[in-house]
């Protein structure tokens, strides 16, 4: 019988450098099958590490990206028309709960306030995810995990998870890594020196002290392997940091204009 | 490094902060303080005048660059005792030249920003101002060679021999005096003078290196201006100066009033707004009084009610509509339902093999909270120009329309609304007028009637009457979806404000404000049915 998760296994090892002892506390929390919810900033590396995790336990993942338009039937499924009439087809929701992968809804508090009311009965013991439509209940496979992320620094705008919600999870809390760490993962994506790298890691964050200056976040490590990257196709550090960290920060001219200032100096 | 004129002197402290933190404010130095070079005063910095009125490119990068390394890295104060002034001159460069070594070890791009600056022409006559300038260069770039025996020497003591050497760390404050000294001393042998009356300190963004000493800034003869705190103003009831507040920190403070020259039983509110000023990049707290009060009971001219037309009601519909958009609850994409007639349709048509139409779902929408609106007309003089195209009809008469129809459209919906027109006359005085509260209960006559008075006057200090409209509206309860709609007929403007981007940025950051604390500020041009989010 062929596997139906094979589309969602992860086949390589994902490179992951642990920063204290989330690796443990996430496999606590999965033994025991406990929704996890990863709190951090964009870019700290809270998909990477799902992926490492889900590579590292042998389990295939679905990743859901919510955004204001996604609903519950998007994640639980709805009948289609074929030639020969209607079919059910399982949204990814369901597809995790019934075949035993790890389900990542990736910025949960975008997704429509329906959604929440229908992974609550997956959150607890009771492991159940009621399909409607299909007058199905249906029992969550052993395997499946239910993990959620969601970057706090957004929920200053209205959004944010209803208690009801929240407590059902188990949370973790993830920042950007020291800046060792962060420079070693900077030269391991992108293949730069360490020198560069830990330039990088400096200017990066630097720019993470302008939140209440002008700048919504500052330089994620995600922006900063990006640049490192640039710089390994042999772009100076300075156009890298520019193109990768200045521009895609900020639209005001003034802004960039004086990141720009202090990227060149840093090189 | 690029030379980008498009930099702002508002971000400039951003740049500063970027380096080594720290959030300086900038002040121009008075014009008749000559030479103009910077001066750091501890949080406070005073630059050269001209660069607030000219880009100078990279002039302001080096200048504030070098004052932040000095902040950094710079020694305590010294003592002048002993030294001759040569000689404290000498231990400012000698210091100059430390602090950008060390800054340079942890930024390395700010040597290429420096060095352009320094000028060592060996082919000018060797006075002190050129000297001077000649060992600044070579103790900024120790592989430059300089043929005057006094710059070399100066070299050589600065980097004791072990310059270009990994590790090197440039002298302590003990060698720099004892270097100083020395140095100090053979110019005397040279028979070079000091002319303190022209002498300039080399390069050009380097600062005047008076806060390396102990003494009183005042005794070097140059007044040290502050910045100004809110200007308490005349006195009354209206004055804001009246009860200034104390030195609390929040953003804005909230006074009760007793009624006076207001309807019996509406008590007079004071709050005091915060406003951005985008030029040092900071907030000044408590800068603004807005005053909201009870409309006249009397005066402008009575229009006679008329209802609202279908145009204006589509517009208000827009306006009071989802932020996003609301999908069709019929013949969707989504949804988990079949829409029957759809699917009948999409069948039909697959069997005459033409092309289907996938939207065959019904999506539930979601049930529209309850909505508290805070209506809010900017009715300052220019409101009372006529629309072109529009006959006579003026922006206010507008405005009074679309804001009666958006008051009614609320009330029919079961929502909360509050009408307020505001208008400004400097700071000190913001004036909103609350024609309708969010608690009283609607009278379409009423409403109409406290619209029909309003008198077009003063200028609109937008900002401060948006953050006094969202503080209003975020006294609604949380379950509300929490609006404030602000009609206005264009930009912010006020006769203590010059410069048009200062208020413009600031309504920026009053939105931005309300949107943290969950009211959404929709704003209105009724002259061209604009709407911005």
Not at chain 2, 227 to 250: L, M, N, T
Not at chain 2, 316 to 325: G, N, T, Y
Not at chain 2, 507 to 529: F, H, K, S, Y
Request: overall charge neutral; some cysteine; glycine content about 8%.
């Amino acid at each position: 019988m062929s596997d139906p998760l094979v589309s969602w296994r992860i086949a390589a090892e994902p490179y992951y450098a642990p920063v204290g002892r989330e690796v443990e506390a996430f496999e606590a929390a999965a033994a025991l099958r406990m929704p996890l919810l990863l709190k951090g900033p964009t870019g700290c590396g809270k998909t990477r590490f799902i992926e490492h995790m889900a590579w590292r336990m042998g389990r295939a993942l679905v990743t859901i990206a919510c955004n204001e338009d996604t609903t519950a039937a998007d994640l639980v499924g709805r009948w289609l028309l074929d030639a020969d009439g209607t079919r059910w087809q399982d949204g990814p929701l369901a597809f995790a709960a019934r075949h035993g992968a790890i389900c990542y809804l990736d910025e949960v508090v975008e997704a429509r306030p329906d959604t929440a009311v229908i992974i609550h009965p997956l959150a607890d013991t009771r492991r159940v995810l009621p399909i409607e439509a299909r007058n199905e209940l249906l029992k969550a496979h052993p395997d499946f995990l239910l993990l959620a992320s969601f970057n706090p620094g957004y929920q200053g705008f209205g959004k944010g998870l209803k208690a009801s919600t929240r407590q059902r999870f188990c949370a973790m809390d993830f920042s950007y890594p020291q800046a060792q760490v962060e420079a070693a993962i900077v030269a391991h994506e992108s293949g730069v020196d360490a020198q560069i790298a830990h330039r990088l890691v400096m200017l990066g964050r630097k720019t993470r002290a302008l939140q209440d200056a002008g700048l919504e976040e500052g330089a994620s490590t995600r922006m900063l392997v990006h640049a490192a990257g640039l710089v390994a196709r042999g772009m100076s550090a300075s156009e890298a940091c520019r193109m990768a960290v200045v521009s895609a920060l900020t639209d005001d001219a003034d802004l960039c204009a004086v990141l720009s200032a202090a990227v060149d100096a840093a090189f | 490094m690029r030379s980008d004129a498009a930099a702002g002197h508002g971000q400039l402290p951003v740049f500063v902060r970027m380096l080594w933190g720290g959030s300086p404010v900038l002040h121009p130095l008075p014009e008749d303080i000559h030479p103009q070079r910077a001066r750091i005063d501890a949080d406070d910095w005073y630059l050269p005048a001209e660069l607030f009125h000219a880009d100078r490119g990279r002039l302001h990068f080096a200048m504030l660059a070098h004052a932040a390394a000095h902040r950094q890295f710079g020694l305590a104060p010294m003592q002048r005792g002993g030294l001759q002034p040569i000689q404290q001159i000498l231990v400012g460069l000698l210091e100059d030249a430390r602090v950008e070594w060390l800054a340079m070890q942890d930024l390395p791009g700010l040597r290429a920003l420096w060095t352009p600056f320094h000028s060592a022409d060996a082919a000018l006559t060797p006075t002190l101002e050129v000297l001077f300038a000649r060992l600044a260069r070579a103790l900024l770039d120790p592989a430059y060679v300089d043929a005057h025996p006094w710059v070399a020497r100066g070299q050589r003591l600065f980097f004791a021999g072990r310059e270009g050497e990994r590790g090197w760390q440039p002298p302590s404050c003990a060698v720099l005096r004892r270097v100083a000294s020395i140095l100090g001393h053979e110019l005397g042998q040279l028979r070079l003078r000091l002319n303190a009356g022209v002498f300039e300190i080399q390069p050009g963004y380097r600062d005047d290196n008076a806060h390396i000493w102990t003494m009183p800034a005042q005794a070097d003869g140059m007044p040290l201006p502050r910045p100004g705190a809110p200007a308490p103003d005349a006195s009354g009831d209206d004055a804001p100066g009246a009860d200034a507040p104390g030195a609390d920190a929040q953003a804005a403070r909230q006074d009760t009033a007793a009624p006076g020259g207001s309807p019996a039983g509406y008590a007079v509110r004071r709050l005091w707004t915060r406003e951005w000023d985008y030029r040092i990049r900071r907030y000044r707290e408590r800068w603004c009084c807005v005053r909201i009060e009870a409309p006249p009971v009397s005066g402008g001219v009575q229009v006679p009610q008329e209802p609202a037309s279908p145009a204006d009601r589509r517009i208000v519909q827009r306006i009071l509509s989802q932020a996003h958009r609301l999908p069709a609850r019929r013949r969707s994409m989504r949804g988990h339902l079949f829409d029957l007639p759809a699917v009948v349709d999409a069948r039909a048509a697959r069997r005459r093999r033409e092309p289907v139409d996938p939207r065959v779902y019904r999506e539930p929408v979601d049930r529209e909270p309850v909505q508290s609106v805070a209506i809010v007309l900017d009715v300052s003089a220019s409101t009372a120009a006529a629309i072109p195209g529009r006959g006579a009809q003026t922006v206010l008469e507008r405005m009074r329309r679309l804001a009666f129809a958006l008051a009614d459209a609320v009330a029919r919906s079961g929502g909360r609304c509050a009408v307020l027109a505001f208008a400004s006359a400097t700071r000190a005085q913001v004036r909103l007028q609350c024609l309708r509260n969010f608690g009283d209960p609607y009278d379409a006559a009423q409403a109409w009637a406290g619209l029909s008075r309003l008198v077009p006057g003063w200028s609109s200090r937008l900002g401060a009457a948006v953050r006094a409209a969202a503080i209003l509206a975020g006294e609604e309860p949380s379950g509300a979806r929490r609006r404030v709609v602000l009609l206005t007929d264009g930009h912010a403007h006020d006769i203590d404000s010059h410069d048009p981007r200062y208020l413009q940025e600031d309504l920026r950051c009053a939105r931005e404000e309300a949107r943290a604390l969950g009211v959404e500020v929709v704003t209105v041009d009724p002259q061209a049915l604009r709407r911005r989010r």
